[in-house]
């Protein structure tokens, strides 16, 4: 059974969330890739405010497609999370608590969540089209010379993911194939 969390993302929440739970995420969250997140980092290296507040927010690296009429947004798919591995230390440590993509992480990814109790969710690859109708509302935050990479506020309702790394460094892609292997070998 999912469970179901409602942001905003609390240190709290994510105790309670294990590698390999299945759940099911509805408020606010926002999108960022590489582009974005780059300009974020730059802004914190010059002291300057940024234009979203990371602080127990979720992040998910997609670019979606444009929306068709009567759709909030078109095909919203996980990208590869590992563009993100040089800056999402830095957004962790000022509070940034969850991460949504597809792929694994780095050591100091890992690291800066456990330091941070943040969580790295899995969203399926190939179904954007599925995904897109958790999304009920989006809007451009920042960033919008970047096209599918601008910064948008996502209003999602039950978005499935899957916790992939807990806050503890716990690993799904790692326990998962240790698993696997150890039922092969019996």
């Known amino acids: 059974m999912a469970k179901r969390i409602t942001t ?3 240190a709290e929440k994510t105790k309670d969330l294990k ?3 299945d759940v099911l995420i509805s408020g606010v ?3 960022g890739r590489d582009a974005a997140h780059k300009r974020l980092v730059e802004l ?3 002291g300057k405010p940024l234009p979203v507040d990371l602080k127990d927010a979720i992040i998910y690296y997609v670019g979606p497609a444009p929306a068709k ?3 909030a947004i078109g095909s919203a798919g996980p990208t590869t999370s590992y563009r993100m591995d040089a800056y999402a230390p830095t957004l962790l440590d000022l509070g940034l608590k969850g991460m949504i993509g597809k792929g694994k992480r780095s050591d100091e ?3 800066a969540m456990k330091r941070n109790d943040a969580v790295y969710f899995g969203a399926i690859g190939g179904a954007g089209a599925l995904l897109s109708k958790c999304i009920k509302k ?3 935050v920042c960033y919008e010379d970047l096209g599918a990479e601008a910064v948008r506020r996502l209003e999602v309702e039950d978005l499935p993911v899957v916790v992939v790394i807990d806050k503890d460094g716990n690993n ?3 326990e998962g194939r240790k698993s696997y292997l150890a039922m092969e070998n019996k």
């Open 109 to 111: 990814v890992i690291d």
């Open 19 to 21: 590698a390999g739970d």
């Open 172 to 174: 799904l892609y790692e």
């Open 44 to 46: 914190v290296k010059e």
């Open 138 to 140: 989006a809007e451009i």
């Open 29 to 31: 969250i926002y999108t």
């Open 8 to 10: 905003p993302l609390t």
């Open 69 to 71: 009429p009567g759709q």
